[in-house]
């Protein structure tokens, strides 16, 4: 088992890494997500978006022993 470690707040590599782990249903209801959010606020850029998406995944709860638990690699 491979477990890697990130330091929040998250770089938009790992973020994007992250996204590349869900499943093809869990990433379309990201992007639904981040569509209505951006509808929202059209002049924020992307680095904002996934700064606010770390802040609200902090707030309800995400800490590295989570994070850790929830990117183990379990293959």
């Not at 470690?5 to 996204?19: A, D, G, K």
């Not at 929202?40 to 800490?63: P, T, Y």
């Amino acid at each position: 088992m491979t477990q890697k470690n990130y330091q929040l707040p998250l770089t938009f590599e790992q973020i994007l890494n992250l996204v590349l782990q869900l499943t093809a249903q869990e990433q379309e209801q990201l992007i639904q997500e981040i569509k209505k959010t951006s509808s929202n606020n059209k002049h924020e850029d992307l680095l904002s978006v996934f700064g606010r998406i770390g802040r609200n995944a902090q707030a309800k709860g995400l800490n590295e022993e989570t994070l850790e638990e929830l990117l183990a690699d379990e293959s």
